[in-house]
C-alpha cells in the first residue's frame, strides 16, 4: 500500500514547485519593473533643478509612462498569447534598459519624455501586471486573487528598496550616474532570463489548465461583446479615476514632505517604506475578500484611502514622525490593493480564451488615469503653488473610483 501512495503523494509535488517558481519570477520582474517606475518621485526634483524645468513638465514624463503601459496593455495581452512569456518578458527588460542608458545622456525634455516616458513605460508593462496575471492563471485558478496579491505587492518592496537606493545614487554619483545603473542592470538580468525553463513555465498546471478549457465553450466572450457589458466599463472606470487620486499624488510625495521640513533621505525612505506596508495592505484585503466578500473588502480600502490622504493633508501643519507613520500606512498599504480583487473579478466576468486580451482593454482606464493624474496633478501645483488644491483632487477622484461597487449590479454581487 505504501509502495502505491507515493506515486500519487509526490504527483502534485512538481507542479506545485513549479507554480511557485513561476510566481516567484513573476514578483521578482515586478519588483524590478514597479520599483524603477515609481522611483521617479526622487529623480523628479534633481531632474528640474539640472534643467530648470517647471513641476508640470518633468511629472509629464511619469504620466507619459503610466500612459504608454495603459495603452499598450491589449497589445500586450495579444502578443503573450501568440509569442508566450518568453518573448513579452525578454522585450520589456531589452526596452527598459535601453531606454534609462538614453536617458543618462539627455539633453532635452523629449529626449526624457521618449525614453523614462514612453519606452520605459511600455517596458515596465511587458513584465507587469497583464502578462503576470495570464500566467498565474494557469497556475493558480481560483486562487489568483492570492497569487496577484503577492506579485502586485512587489510595487511595494520595489518602491522600498529603489527608492532609498535611488537618493542614495543621485546624492553620490548623479541622476545620470543612477539611470546608467539601472540601465545596465536591467540588461545585464535580461542574460539569465532567457535561459529559464520557459516551455515548462508556459503549459500551466494540468488542473487548472483542465478546467479553464472546461469553461470556454460556456463563455465565449470576445472584446467586441465584453465592452457593450456594463461591467467592464465599470470596471473600467473603477481602474480610471481609483489611479487619478493615487497617482495625482505619489509623484510629488517625496518633494511635498521635503517640503514638509523633512530631510531628502527621510522623505524618500519614509514613502519607500510603504513597500512593506503595502505587502501586508495587499495580503490583508485579499484574506478580508474570502472572509467578508469582495464588495465590502473593496470598500474598507476605499475608506483607508481616504483617511490616509486627510492625513497627507494635515502633515503640512504637523510634520511629526506620528502623522507621516499613518500616512504611510494607510495611504501606503492601499496603493494597488484593489488590484488583485479587480483582476480576479475581470477574468471570472470574462473568462474565456480571449480573457488576456479583455483584461488588457480594461487595464487601459488605470494607465490613462495614472498618466493623466500625474500630469494634472503637476500642473494643479504649477497654477496653484499649493499642495491643498491637488489633495481635494485626489480625494475626489478616489471617491468616484468607489462608486462603481456602490451602484453597479455586477460588483455589488
Not at 22 to 47: N, Y
Not at 297 to 312: D, K, N, R
Amino acid at each position: 500500500m505504501d509502495q502505491q501512495a507515493t506515486p500519487l503523494q509526490e504527483a502534485p509535488t512538481r507542479p506545485t514547485r513549479t507554480a511557485l517558481g513561476v510566481l516567484a519570477l513573476c514578483f521578482a520582474l515586478s519588483v524590478l519593473g514597479r520599483g524603477l517606475g515609481e522611483s521617479f518621485s526622487v529623480f523628479l526634483l534633481p531632474i528640474s533643478e539640472s534643467f530648470g524645468w517647471n513641476r508640470a513638465d518633468v511629472v509629464s514624463v511619469y504620466s507619459l509612462s503610466a500612459l504608454a503601459g495603459g495603452l499598450a496593455s491589449p497589445l500586450i495581452g495579444r502578443l503573450f498569447d501568440y509569442s508566450g512569456p518568453r518573448s513579452v518578458y525578454s522585450l520589456g527588460l531589452l526596452l527598459i534598459g535601453g531606454a534609462f542608458l538614453f536617458a543618462a545622456y539627455a539633453t532635452h525634455l523629449w529626449q526624457i519624455q521618449l525614453s523614462v516616458g514612453v519606452c520605459v513605460g511600455f517596458g515596465i508593462a511587458l513584465i507587469g501586471n497583464v502578462p503576470n496575471s495570464i500566467l498565474l492563471g494557469r497556475w493558480f485558478g481560483p486562487r489568483l486573487p492570492t497569487a496577484m496579491a503577492v506579485v502586485y505587492s512587489a510595487t511595494g518592496a520595489g518602491v522600498l528598496v529603489l527608492l532609498p537606493a535611488s537618493q542614495l545614487l543621485i546624492d553620490h554619483i548623479g541622476w545620470r550616474g543612477a539611470y546608467q545603473i539601472f540601465g545596465v542592470t536591467a540588461l545585464v538580468l535580461l542574460l539569465p532570463l532567457l535561459v529559464l525553463p520557459w516551455r515548462l513555465f508556459s503549459t500551466g498546471a494540468p488542473h487548472i489548465i483542465k478546467e479553464a478549457a472546461a469553461e470556454l465553450s460556456d463563455e465565449g466572450w470576445t472584446l467586441d461583446r465584453a465592452v457593450r457589458h456594463h461591467a467592464f466599463w465599470a470596471l473600467f472606470a473603477t481602474f480610471f479615476f481609483t489611479a487619478i487620486g493615487m497617482y495625482a499624488l505619489t509623484p510629488q510625495i517625496v518633494a511635498y514632505l521635503i517640503e514638509a521640513g523633512f530631510p531628502p533621505l527621510q522623505a524618500a525612505t519614509a514613502w519607500g517604506f510603504s513597500g512593506v506596508v503595502l505587502l501586508f495592505g495587499m495580503l490583508g484585503v485579499s484574506w478580508l475578500d474570502g472572509i467578508i466578500g469582495r464588495r465590502p473588502s473593496v470598500l474598507f480600502s476605499y475608506a483607508m484611502s481616504v483617511f490616509g490622504i486627510f492625513l497627507l493633508w494635515l502633515l503640512q501643519w504637523h510634520p511629526n514622525i506620528w502623522v507621516l507613520t499613518g500616512f504611510v500606512v494607510c495611504f501606503g498599504s492601499m496603493i494597488g490593493s484593489r488590484g488583485p480583487l479587480l483582476t480576479a473579478t475581470a477574468m471570472k466576468l470574462f473568462r474565456g480564451k480571449h480573457v488576456g486580451t479583455i483584461y488588457g482593454a480594461i487595464a487601459i482606464g488605470s494607465g490613462l488615469g495614472s498618466a493623466f493624474g500625474s500630469w494634472s496633478g503637476g500642473l494643479i501645483h504649477d497654477v496653484t503653488h499649493s499642495y491643498n488644491p491637488l489633495i481635494l483632487y485626489a480625494l475626489i477622484s478616489v471617491i468616484l473610483g468607489m462608486i462603481p461597487f456602490l451602484v453597479v449590479p455586477a460588483l455589488r454581487r
